[in-house]
């Protein structure tokens, strides 16, 4: 169900009956553009991290082709996301670490690139320790005036972390001794890449650990990009705490809008009030009908 169907619009506006066409039209414009919001995800990591990987097994859509030695990412790539009318676009950016050449090139495509990206997650090797051009990287980009709550830093090949021969093929999880390994590695990442969310770490090919990831990521991401984020997940890394999550931060979200939208205006006392009762009418049914926008 799109916002643009008439049957909806005229809903809103009829909670706005004794507002003027102009801010009437004002509102449903910035109410459109939450509701239609199109994230932008940034996924970074050196040369056979596993990004695409992990991409594939996270969202619904197919994202690009994996290579297990090389890098195939050799340039930042926009891969747009759509489900219906939903859309969504995945930066899938060329490795770090590959060349001190390479690394001077990559700066200046992520320096112009960091403005518009909601979030970048950042993958890093659970079974190495090899992480000093990903540090100098991660410095040069908060150097750059990144703001350290749009990093969400994610291991992958959990599996393959010591013991690797005790991963638990039959269960797809960890042995004992690999948690503890992985729980050694976890504190030393957060260590190094300090962060406003936990480092978890993940195995994409068999979906060890992924819709906990998500739930984390649904949580790092901007209110107004939740939403949009959720709807192209896969359904078994769903979860119900994503969903509320995703949930309660697009009505959030709705509010100041119309908080942003009506701003400008000056209304006398009566209309505020009117305006109040409105504002919590639109949120309600936006809330209600959340799962068929989404």
């Known amino acids: 169900m799109s916002f643009s169907h008439s049957s909806l ?34 996924i970074m990591g050196k040369s056979g991290t596993g990004k695409s990987s992990l991409c594939n097994a996270i969202f619904q859509s197919h994202i690009c082709a994996t290579h297990p030695l090389n890098g195939c990412t050799r340039q930042a790539h926009r891969l747009t996301l759509q489900i219906g009318e939903r859309r969504m676009t995945l930066v899938d950016l060329p490795g770090i670490g590959e060349t001190p050449q390479h690394d001077q090139e990559y700066r200046a495509l992520y320096r112009q690139l960091l403005p518009e990206v909601d979030l970048i997650i950042w993958i890093l090797r659970a079974d190495e320790r090899a992480y000093a051009a990903d540090i100098t990287m991660h410095q ?112 959030e979200t709705i509010g100041k809008s ?18 109040r009762k409105a504002r919590d009418r639109i949120i309600h049914l936006l809330i209600t009908l959340w799962e068929r926008l989404f």
């Open 9 to 42: 619009s005229a809903q809103v506006k009829s909670y706005l009956t004794f507002l003027p066409e102009e801010i009437r039209q004002k509102i449903l414009e910035h109410l459109h553009s939450v509701i239609h919001y199109e994230p932008v995800i940034g």
């Open 258 to 275: 119309f908080d942003v939208a009506v701003a400008r205006f000056s209304f006398p006392a009566w209309m505020l009030q009117l305006l």
């Open 140 to 251: 040069f980009l908060l150097n750059e005036g990144a703001d350290p709550s749009r990093f969400l830093f994610v291991l992958s090949h959990a599996d393959r972390v010591f013991p690797a021969e005790e991963w638990n093929a039959t269960e797809k999880c960890p042995s004992r001794q690999q948690a503890l390994s992985l729980a050694t590695v976890t504190a030393r990442v957060a260590t190094l890449f300090p962060s406003s969310f936990p480092v978890l770490s993940v195995a994409a090919p068999v979906g060890w650990n992924l819709p906990a990831f998500v739930s984390l990521m649904i949580h790092a991401l901007p209110p107004q990009a939740t939403s949009a984020v959720y709807s192209h997940i896969r359904g078994e890394n769903r979860s119900e705490q994503a969903r509320k999550h995703a949930q309660q931060t697009f009505g």
